[in-house]
């Protein structure tokens, strides 16, 4: 795949799968569970190193588990490739994640990673296949609880759940708009 014109139809399909890739974030970080397993093929596979292999439900109840020492995630999606070959398609996607532990003794672990994904495509709408997770670096910090007072003018923090800011000011996220569907 090079740099040349695409057609509609693939861009179309890497939009999807650039949608995809982003709402994988989002269901993380907002602990949105039905929403990370929606992405996921049933026959699918997620490798998280040493720390995970297995099936999207399995992957799930092990999300649901890492999270809970976390007061708050944020996995940003900051570049992707991918190469299309049909209904099947590979990505990679470098990513910089951010997970801080609850106060009084608040620390956060910022990662540099890549997701390796294979995706397939099934009656128009694209899911994960495979993920496979690189990891490039890593650094551990004391969180600053300054910080989170003094910036953004106030504005509110994000929250985990259903209280975040988004649930209630984009409805149309709530219903799932964002996921890798076609057409």
Known sequence: MGFGRRSAEELADLDCLERLVAAYSR???????????????????????Q???GSPDAYVDFVRGALAQYAATAHYAVNSVF??????????????????????DAREVITGSRSLDHFEQRDGE??????????????VQDADPAAYADFAAGSPHGAAGPEDASFGLLPLLRRGGFLGVRG
């Open 83 to 104: 190469a299309l070959d049909g209904m099947k398609a590979e990505g990679e996607t470098y990513k910089i994640n951010y997970h801080r532990t609850p106060a009084p």
């Open 27 to 49: 269901a993380i970080d907002r602990r949105d569970f039905a929403a990370l397993r929606a992405l996921y093929w049933d026959d699918a596979t997620e490798e998280h190193g």
């Open 126 to 139: 694209w899911r994960f296949l495979r993920r496979s997770v690189v990891l490039d670096w890593a650094r």
């Open 51 to 53: 720390m995970f292999v």
